[in-house]
């Protein structure tokens, strides 16, 4: 054998050898974590192992505390980040969910509707009766469920307050031609105590609480039924949303469901839901006006982001890009201008808490 083809041999042998190396083992991804329901164990991650900016926390702290904030918990795929406590609260003071709390009644609407107990569809009057507005009974039998959760129910939003008497449900408009933020949603629980033959609190309790481990009651406040629990029994619900409604594999609300209620609900309000603010839409609408704002209802926040937003600043924030889920319990972070869910306080709050990604 000459020289040369000897070479070419060795030469192809190589290049065979070469391109039949074994590519190397990717790195597993991490599995979602998911808490036990019982106990205080709770996986954690640090800041340095999310390669995240650690001079960014003392200023998001600093921030949190200056504005009076009891309770803060980011998540990350499930595990701990971050949880910090100011001005006396701690891991197992309770606090009330407010108007995050609606979320609440949108995820048993769903579970209600997949047990064949109600059909969003239906007019709530199928369920509860007529007689529950103070409208004409034509104008009243137009609502339905879909109604309430997408606050698109025509009831009159601003004379009368968080009362939901009949007398004080008065008609305003159409169903399904204005939207406004309104407490009527809360007949919804009505409407599932009803179906269910439970009480809202049984119904509730069995269905969901108990379920992921949640802590937490309702109880009664200015007209309201509202919830309060622990920071981590709210971090828990927002984990169960994160994963679109299931709990380490035991689905509590379906998929289906749970993607109505973070997508548009109507063609008025593009930032709402069922119940749940979407931010990443062209336009929007706040409590208590019905001028439309342009562009997205949080800009420095993710596109992606859905939220339960209650008075005084009670926050759930879900952002399924960066895997999160963040949480803000407390007193109202400016005194000086209360709002109703939304306020600049979201805005400054997310500016800070990008600065620990970016």
């Known amino acids: 054998m000459s020289k040369i083809t000897y070479s070419l041999l060795i030469l192809v042998f190589c290049i065979s050898c070469t391109s039949e190396k074994p590519e190397p083992t990717p790195t597993p991804t991490e599995t979602l974590y998911f808490p036990p329901a019982t106990g205080t164990t709770w996986e954690t991650k640090s800041i340095a192992s999310l390669g995240w900016n650690q001079t960014a926390v003392q200023p998001l702290l600093d921030y949190l505390a200056l504005k009076n904030s009891k309770g803060f918990i980011i998540l990350v795929n499930g595990r701990i980040v971050m949880e910090n406590y100011f001005n006396g609260h ?25 047990e064949g107990l109600i059909n969003i569809n239906n007019k709530v009057s199928q369920y509860i009766g007529t007689g529950w507005t103070s409208e004409p009974l034509a104008k009243e039998n137009l609502i339905t469920c879909k109604h309430l959760l997408s ?29 406004a933020y309104h407490n009527v949603y809360v007949k919804l629980q009505d409407v599932i105590a009803q179906a269910s033959g439970q009480s809202w609190v049984n119904y ?29 029994s709210m971090a828990r619900f927002g984990l169960l949303m994160y994963n ?23 063609s008025i309000n593009l930032g709402y839901g069922y119940l749940w603010w979407l931010n990443g839409k062209s336009s929007y609408h706040l409590p208590q006006t019905q001028i439309q704002f342009n562009g997205s209802v949080i800009p420095t926040a993710p596109n992606d982001m859905f939220m339960a937003l209650g ?26 201008n209360p709002t109703f ?3 600049g306080f979201d805005a400054e709050l997310w500016t800070k808490i990008s600065a620990l990604y970016q």
Not at 216 to 223: C, E, R, V
Not at 319 to 335: H, L
């Open 341 to 343: 869910a939304l306020s």
């Open 90 to 114: 701690d891991a197992n003071t309770p606090w009330y969910w407010a108007s995050a709390g609606k979320t609440l009644t949108s995820t048993l609407t769903g579970i209600a509707q997949q």
């Open 204 to 232: 509730f309790n069995s269905r969901l609480r108990d379920k992921i481990g949640m802590s937490g009651t309702w109880i009664q406040m200015d007209n309201n039924s509202v919830y309060w629990s622990t920071t981590r």
């Open 151 to 179: 606050m698109t129910s025509g009831i009159e939003d601003i004379a009368n307050g968080d009362d939901v008497t009949p007398e004080k449900l008065q008609y305003k408009a159409d169903a399904g031609t204005r939207w």
């Open 311 to 336: 008075k005084n600043d009670q926050k759930i924030y879900v952002i399924p890009s960066k895997k999160m889920v963040v949480i803000r319990m407390g007193d109202v972070a400016n005194p000086e």
């Open 244 to 266: 679109k409604g299931t709990w380490d594999n035991n689905m509590i609300l379906n998929e289906t469901y749970f993607n109505e209620a973070t997508n548009t609900s109507q």
